[in-house]
């Protein structure tokens, strides 16, 4: 077998689909199929069934292609740090997070690391659940995923960096505003703004209420935390959002933040397939956004 048959095998899993791929590769569905045809061969038991709308691996296929991510991912790693190392270039840090995470998180740090770095670059690419993130982790797409902190992943490791205490966002004209704290019994009938479902945040908020016995009502779905603060601020219902002390900015006008104590906090951090083999200037940025989320928490 080749590292070109274990590249289209994995591209196949991932798509569902010979067609797919071979698009993809500007070449025939058959010569797809033959690279596949090539590994069942070799192993000697089928990688695939073929269905109507597509393929999916077997029972096989999927030990095949859990070993073929691990692989070739630190491959792809090794070859890209080798090709700097010839081209004598500073490298890239290449990270993978929601769309507002750099905002909230990061911007300080990006701004620090340039200052200390500016011969390596900074490629971001946004991904909408853990699970998206994971699977770039273990492809070798990125160094580094913030994710909210979860379950272990196999072959992926996880660092805590900041929690994320969970607040009632309404706008200070709404009669929840004069409240110190709300309590998981006054969300029973509140009609929230929800998060995105595919989300950890939601899935965890939802979780954590439900061990309450509450299953609040979401008649408005958003995209992101910062769509939900804003619907809150504007008055067009309550969202319960981790607090970030930007939020609290004295120039959010309009916005009260109401803590929700009973909840447990959200936990928010990186994760890496291994932190011992991640390349320096990677690890320097993940140490520099974790440094300035910790004087943030402080000063909040």
């Given amino acids: 077998m080749t590292l070109d048959d274990l590249r289209v095998f994995a591209a196949v899993c991932q798509a569902g689909s010979l067609s797919a791929v071979a698009r993809d590769l500007s070449c025939t569905q058959s010569a797809v199929s033959q690279h596949v045809k090539r590994l069942e061969r070799e192993l000697g038991v089928s990688l695939i069934e073929r269905h109507p709308r597509g393929v999916v691996p077997t029972h096989a296929g999927r030990l095949l292609r859990t070993a073929v991510a691990d692989g070739l991912g630190g491959i792809d790693q090794a070859m890209r740090r080798i090709g700097e190392l010839a081209r004598g270039a500073g490298g890239s840090v290449r990270v993978t997070t929601g769309s507002t995470s750099i905002r909230h998180f990061m911007s300080a740090a990006v701004v620090d690391f340039r200052r200390s770095f500016p011969q390596v670059s900074l490629e971001f690419q946004t991904e909408t659940s853990n699970r998206s993130c994971f699977d770039a982790l273990a492809a070798g ?97 309550h969202a319960v959002v981790p607090a970030l002390p930007d939020w609290q900015a004295p120039g959010r ?48």
């Fill in 141 to 237: 797409r990125v160094d580094l995923a913030w994710i909210t902190l979860g379950s272990q992943v196999r072959g992926i490791e996880q660092r805590a960096v900041v929690e994320l205490p969970w607040v009632l966002a309404v706008a200070d004209g709404d009669p929840l505003a004069a409240r110190d704290a709300i309590e998981p019994a006054d969300l029973q009938d509140a009609r929230l703004i929800g998060l995105p479902q595919n989300s950890a945040s939601r899935s965890r908020l939802d979780s954590w209420l439900a061990e309450y016995g509450i299953r609040p009502v979401f008649d408005t779905s958003v995209a992101d935390w910062d769509t939900a603060i804003l619907l809150a601020q504007l008055g067009l219902g």
């Fill in 253 to 300: 006008r309009g916005l009260r933040l109401i803590p929700v104590p009973a909840l447990p906090v959200l936990t928010a951090g990186w994760a890496v397939r291994h932190w011992d083999t991640l390349p320096p200037p990677a690890r320097a940025f993940a140490d520099t956004v974790a440094r300035h989320c910790a004087r943030g928490s402080a000063g909040a």
